[in-house]
């Protein structure tokens, strides 16, 4: 029985191995890294436009002053830059909310352009680690809108979750202490599963062929244990190596912002080989004449 258990762990870690590996390699025959500088660029142009029709989707249920309040500490949460450098990137947002009224029509073109641009890449990156042809000239933007379209139902609900909570708050501090308890794991462990959860709809929707669930759900847990594990060891590295005020001076903060959102398009995009990887291993063990 034992033997049995022995036998069964070692196939499992080589089929890890094995999965590890072929996803790192065909993140290499992709030029990962190239594409991960190109996810950087455009989610950081499309950044503040993003906030400012989030703060006017927002400001149609509260306050506007409180809907700019939110969804910038919505972004914050998400962001692992602290002190001097998120008060420059945040406070150079919410001067930018401010002016809002004026610069809709604009934030919203840029918006719509960026976000094409960001989810193409997202999209043929993805297509490239499955093998699988591109969309036609006409198909691709139209996913593209498709995707932005669910990503800002995603990230209008977690805009909402901080609003509730903070109407709860009062009354959970008057309950029971277990109330409290669950409170402070729920506000650890909500975060992350809206993170797996809008990885698992991008690793489905974004390849040109259908996906299932059971195909994607272990490389977006992959990638949202990588981008928490990322996100704790960024901010060591910026409180204890970085020097990035000292060499780029004010423009240290977006800096440290740009190299974040690289880092993350690295996860994104070796999960997305992940997931062609995981299958074409079980596609292999499942029919393994098909190797010669």
């Not at 660029?41 to 149609?60: E, G, M």
């Not at 506007?64 to 949460?77: F, L, N, P, Q, S």
Request: net charge positive; hydrophobic share 55%.
């Amino acid at each position: 029985m034992f033997h049995k258990f022995i036998d069964k762990l070692e196939q499992k870690t080589r089929r890890i191995v094995a999965i590890l590996y072929l996803a790192a390699k065909k993140y290499e025959q992709i030029d990962g890294a190239q594409r991960a500088g190109a996810f950087a660029f455009d989610a950081f142009f499309a950044l503040f436009p993003l906030i400012i029709l989030f703060v006017t989707v927002a400001s149609v249920f509260i306050d506007r002053d409180t809907a700019g309040k939110t969804v910038i500490a919505y972004v914050e949460h998400y962001v692992p830059i602290k002190g001097e450098m998120q008060r420059y990137i945040f406070d150079t947002a919410g001067g930018v909310v401010k002016t809002r009224g004026p610069a809709g029509v604009v934030a919203f073109l840029m918006l719509v352009w960026a976000a094409i641009q960001f989810f193409t890449i997202v999209i043929t990156t993805t297509n490239r680690a499955w093998g699988i042809k591109d969309h036609n000239w006409w198909r691709l933007p139209l996913k593209s809108l498709i995707l932005l379209g669910i990503s800002s139902i995603a990230i209008v609900v977690g805009i909402a979750m901080p609003i509730l909570t903070m109407m709860v708050r009062g009354w959970l501090f008057s309950a029971p202490a277990i109330l409290s308890w669950l409170y402070g794991w729920g506000s650890l462990i909500v975060p992350l599963l809206v993170v797996f959860l809008g990885l698992s709809i991008f690793y489905q929707l974004a390849p040109r062929r259908l996906m299932r669930f059971a195909e994607v759900w272990a490389a977006a847990l992959c990638a949202t244990v990588l981008l928490w594990a990322s996100q704790s060891l960024f901010v060591i590295y910026l409180k204890s190596f970085a020097m990035l005020n000292a060499i780029y001076g004010a423009f240290g903060g977006i800096m440290a912002l740009l190299l974040w959102i690289y880092l993350s398009g690295i996860i994104f995009i070796f999960g997305a080989c992940l997931c062609a990887a995981q299958s074409e291993t079980i596609s292999l063990t499942a029919h393994p004449r098909e190797q010669t």
